[in-house]
């Protein structure tokens, strides 16, 4: 079962049909949600809510028989979905969130650059003064 949302089902009374096929009756009296196909249909289900379009009651008779040939049928949903949507927008049934404004990144800000020491220095010998020599002689002969 697709989700239910009352809202979106209620809100397609008195609306005009948006799939308008050659049959409409023109009535907004008669006006439903009707679900288009979608992998959530099937024997007994109906897809989302909001995969779907205002019917009239010819209109909506129509589609659920499948009177139309496949391809026309998938071009009047490809029609009537967005029509139904834009609808929805326009009244307040459905809010998109905001756009993103597009401002440049903050620059980033990288420490000062350190100075590297050479291995001397960092084993603290000033340069200049030679590293003391061992004085090793465990093994040597005297």
Do not use: Y
């Amino acid at each position: 079962m697709g989700m239910v949302i009352p809202k979106l089902r209620d809100a397609a009374r008195g609306q005009v049909c948006t799939l308008r096929l050659n049959v409409c009756n023109h009535d907004t009296g008669t006006t439903v949600l009707a679900h288009a196909p979608s992998n959530v249909s099937g024997m007994g289900n109906k897809s989302h809510d909001f995969w779907g379009a205002h019917a009239c009651s010819a209109c909506h008779d129509a589609i659920d028989h499948h009177n139309l040939a496949p391809d026309e049928e998938a071009a009047v949903w490809f029609r009537a979905i967005p029509a139904t949507m834009e609808n929805l927008i326009a009244r307040g049934m459905m809010v998109l969130p905001p756009e993103k404004q597009n401002r440049p990144a903050p620059e980033k800000r990288c420490a000062a650059p350190r100075k590297l020491k050479s291995s001397i220095q960092s084993a603290g010998f000033q340069k200049g003064h030679r590293p003391m020599q061992s004085r090793n002689t465990f093994g040597t002969k005297k």
